[in-house]
């Protein structure tokens, strides 16, 4: 995923981390299945939260059809904080 979003985006930021430990238990528990995603990219400006949401999952559409289970996104154009 890491691979695909940075071609697609360019990112000036990319934190993608593996929470799947935490979802023990899980129909999906013990492959790499939960993640969440912190990307800064100005591919988003002009875009609102939901259009960054889906540009982001366009691009790993095959890995959300597959192994990942769950994706949780912020999506930021440069300079943008969100907290």
């Known amino acids: 995923m890491e691979r695909k979003l940075r ?16 979802h023990a238990g899980h129909a999906h528990a013990g492959v790499e299945s939960h993640f969440r995603l912190t990307v800064e990219s100005a591919a988003f400006l002009g875009l609102d939260r939901l259009a960054r949401q889906r540009l ?10 597959g192994p990942v289970h769950a ?3 912020r999506a930021l154009t440069p300079g943008e904080d969100q907290t």
């Open 7 to 22: 071609a697609a985006l360019q990112p000036t930021r990319l934190e993608l981390i593996d929470e799947s430990a935490l």
């Open 71 to 73: 994706l949780s996104i």
């Open 56 to 65: 982001v999952m366009r691009i790993v559409a095959e890995e959300l059809a």
